[in-house]
């Protein structure tokens, strides 16, 4: 019997069966070869420091509402790669033996609409693992676009985990003049040079008064860490009437942001960068594009830590207590 992982509590997990609901005629059925665990978002969702840990988001009220039965138990991930093994009569694509990236939770077999979720082909040249990045180079590159960068532009990206790092190197190949990487880590600020930034800062530095005494503010900030923290120094670091994308998920309360300083005062703009949860983003073709755009990217140092699908919860365990991990994956 096929097992699936679940968010059973804070800290807890399970690989749980589940039965195979039969064939349908529009649905495709693949099997799972690898999948990415991105370290943000799900281990926001493993501490139970995630709003959805007792709230849902309400998609019609565009809301989050109580729900104390909401939040367990929950499937995590979406960075999935498998093999089409079963197809529909009417399920013309993805054709049975066809590679597949779907962001759809970590799991050994998914059955979906062929129309439903937004999967991908894979090409032959794409390595299983190198896929597991292809929702996250969605996500770099939204947050990119987002920043409106306009040729030669000034940019800061603040978190330089997997995409921090991808983020450097996409916002130079869209025209990006002079790049700045800021975050506590000394390797990772290591690897933005090496994959393009200008120059690399400690978190813990006064970024925008560093930038602002040279003389050089940047024209557009992007914050993936997720920290209070940073947004604030992001919008300590911008010129006047400067831009802010703030690309992370964001927990806790945010007593670190004083929108009374900089943002007010230097007429900022902030924008959230999100493409899921019905918002009008075209994802099938932000996932082509980034597809694309893959090949292009340096990734083989992103993925630092590998698990077996069996060892999920060993997994998890590891990677909360881990600083220095950038991608994990779990292979089938």
Not at 1 to 12: I, Q
Not at 152 to 161: E, K, M, N, S, T
């Amino acid at each position: 019997m096929p097992r699936e992982l679940l968010l059973t509590g804070v800290r807890a997990l399970e690989l749980a069966d589940y039965d195979e609901t039969p064939l349908r005629d529009v649905e495709v059925r693949a099997e799972a070869i690898v999948s990415g665990i991105s370290l943000g978002t799900e281990l926001a969702l493993y501490r139970g420091e995630s709003p959805f840990r007792n709230r849902r988001f309400d998609l019609d009220l565009r809301l989050f509402v109580d729900d104390p039965s909401f939040g367990f138990p929950a499937g995590l991930g979406y960075e999935w790669v498998g093999r089409v093994i079963e197809a529909g009569g009417s399920a013309t694509a993805p054709r049975v033996g066809e590679r597949i990236h779907v962001t759809l939770p970590h799991r050994e077999t998914h059955t979906f609409p062929a129309d439903g979720p937004p999967w991908v082909a894979l090409p032959d040249e794409l390595s299983d693992e190198r896929a597991t990045l292809l929702q996250s180079t969605a996500i770099a590159l939204q947050a990119v676009r987002d920043a409106q960068l306009a040729p030669g532009a000034r940019v800061a990206v603040f978190g330089l985990g997997a995409f921090g790092l991808l983020a450097v190197q996409l916002a130079r190949l869209d025209g990006a003049g002079f790049v700045v990487g800021v975050d506590p880590l000394g390797v990772r600020r290591e690897l933005a040079t090496a994959y393009g930034a200008d120059l690399a800062f400690d978190s813990a530095a006064d970024v925008g008064l560093e930038l602002k005494r040279a003389g050089e503010p940047a024209d557009v900030a992007i914050e993936f860490s997720g920290r209070y923290e940073a947004l604030q120094q992001a919008l300590r670091s911008v010129k006047v009437e400067g831009l802010v994308v703030a690309a992370g998920f964001y927990v806790g309360n945010g007593n670190a942001l004083r929108l009374g300083e900089e943002w007010l005062h230097n007429r900022l703009r902030m924008v959230a960068s999100m493409q899921g949860w019905g918002v009008p983003v075209d994802r099938r073709a932000l996932r082509a594009s980034a597809l694309e755009l893959l090949a292009q990217l340096r990734t083989d140092e992103l993925l630092t830590h590998r698990f077996a699908f069996r060892d999920a919860s060993r997994a998890y365990a590891a990677l909360d207590a881990k600083r220095d991990a950038l991608r994990a994956t779990l292979a089938y």
